[in-house]
C-alpha cells in the first residue's frame, strides 16, 4: 500500500509513519517542519523513521508537490495544534488548517485519491454537560479557534463525500500524549518545568480534566480506521469515530504524578483561561463496535513512558 501522510514530522505523524513503514508501507511524508516548537524535535523524529519506504518532502499543506502518484490512501495529520497559541500565530487556524485543509482535499481530488482519514479533535464538542462525548449525540460547539478550524474540516469531508465521491474518516483525537510528544501541551512542558527549576503554569486551578490518550493506542485506532476506509463496502460518506481513552485525568492529579516520578515538587503560576473545555471525556463505543478499538494503556504506564524517554531527550 502507498500513503501519503501530511504532518508526517508531528507527534502523531510520525509515530504512524514508522508503524506504516514497519508493516511493510511505502510512505510518502509530507510537512513544512515549522517551528510553533523547536524544529529539531521533527528533525529527530524524522531520523528514527529508517526505512527506504519512507521518503520526505518539506512542503507546505497550501501548496503539495510531489513526483509520487497513484495513492492508495492519503492522511492528513498537518495542523496548527493548541488552543493557547500567541497571537501572532492565530492566523495559522485559518491557514494551515482551514485552507490548508482545502488544498489537501483538492491535491487528492487532482490525483485521484478517494479514500480519505484526517485528524479532527475533541475540542469541536460542547462541554456543558458532564456525559461523555458522543459522536452522534453530543452537541458540537467549539470554544476555541483551533476547534471551530476542526469543525469546519468535518464540513467540508461531508460535503465532497457526497459531491466528489470521496470516503472519509475523520478521527476526534483527545488529549494524545507519549514518547516525541509536543512540547506545548501540559504534560510535556510540566515535565521540562519541574526538570529545569521553573514555575508551572496552571490553568483553572488544576481542576480540568482530560481524557489523555496514550500515542501507542491512537496509532492502533488509525490503523483499524485505515482498514474502515479502504473496505469497498465504506464509500462515499465521512464517518466520524472518537478516539480516546475514556478515563479522563485531572490536571493537578497530572502535575502530582510527574512531581512523583521526577522527585521534585514544583512551584504553580495560576492563571484562568475560558476557551478551553473544563472536562473532556470520549465514549468510545463507536470506535469499539465498528474499529475494534481498544486503548490499553493506562495513564500511569504511560506517563512513566514519557518521562523515561524525556531523560534523553531534555532539550527539546
Not at 514544583?266 to 478551553?276: H, S
Amino acid at each position: 500500500m502507498k500513503v501519503l501522510v501530511t504532518g508526517s514530522s508531528g507527534f502523531i505523524g510520525y509515530h504512524l509513519s514508522k508503524k506504516l513503514v514497519s508493516q511493510g508501507h511505502e510512505v510518502i511524508g509530507v510537512d513544512d517542519n515549522n517551528d510553533y516548537y523547536n524544529p529539531a524535535l521533527k528533525f529527530e523524529r524524522l531520523s528514527k523513521i529508517n526505512s527506504s519506504k519512507f521518503s520526505f518532502y518539506e512542503n507546505d499543506i497550501n501548496n503539495i508537490e510531489l513526483p509520487e502518484k497513484d495513492f492508495d490512501l492519503a492522511i492528513n495529520l498537518a495542523a496548527q495544534a493548541g488552543v493557547r497559541v500567541k497571537k501572532d500565530k492565530e492566523h495559522l487556524f485559518q491557514s494551515s488548517n482551514i485552507e490548508g485543509f482545502s488544498s489537501f482535499c483538492n491535491f487528492c481530488e487532482v490525483n485521484e485519491i478517494n479514500k480519505i482519514i484526517y485528524a479532527s479533535s475533541s475540542s469541536v464538542y460542547c462541554d456543558n454537560k458532564s456525559e461523555k462525548f458522543c459522536e452522534s449525540a453530543t452537541k458540537l460547539f467549539p470554544k476555541s479557534m483551533y476547534g471551530k478550524s476542526k469543525l469546519a474540516n468535518e464540513l467540508l469531508a461531508t460535503k465532497l463525500s457526497e459531491s466528489k465521491k470521496i470516503s472519509f474518516v475523520g478521527l476526534r483525537f483527545f488529549s494524545v500524549y507519549g514518547p516525541f510528544g509536543r512540547p506545548d501541551m501540559a504534560y510535556y512542558s510540566f515535565t521540562k518545568n519541574l526538570k529545569d527549576g521553573k514555575k508551572i503554569c496552571l490553568y483553572n486551578e488544576g481542576n480540568m480534566y482530560r481524557d489523555m490518550t496514550y500515542i501507542d493506542d491512537i496509532i492502533e485506532g488509525i490503523m483499524s480506521a485505515i482498514d474502515y476506509v479502504l473496505c469497498p463496502k465504506n464509500i462515499h460518506k465521512n464517518e466520524i469515530f472518537n478516539l480516546g481513552n475514556d478515563k479522563p485525568i485531572k490536571t493537578t492529579y497530572l502535575l502530582k504524578k510527574l512531581e512523583q516520578l521526577l522527585n521534585i515538587r514544583g512551584e504553580i503560576n495560576y492563571f484562568k483561561t475560558g476557551n478551553e473545555s473544563i472536562r473532556t471525556h470520549a465514549d468510545i463505543t463507536k470506535a469499539k463496535n465498528i474499529l475494534g478499538y481498544e486503548p490499553k494503556i493506562t495513564f500511569e504506564d504511560g506517563i512513566r513512558n514519557f518521562v523515561e524517554w524525556h531523560k534523553y531527550y531534555e532539550n527539546f
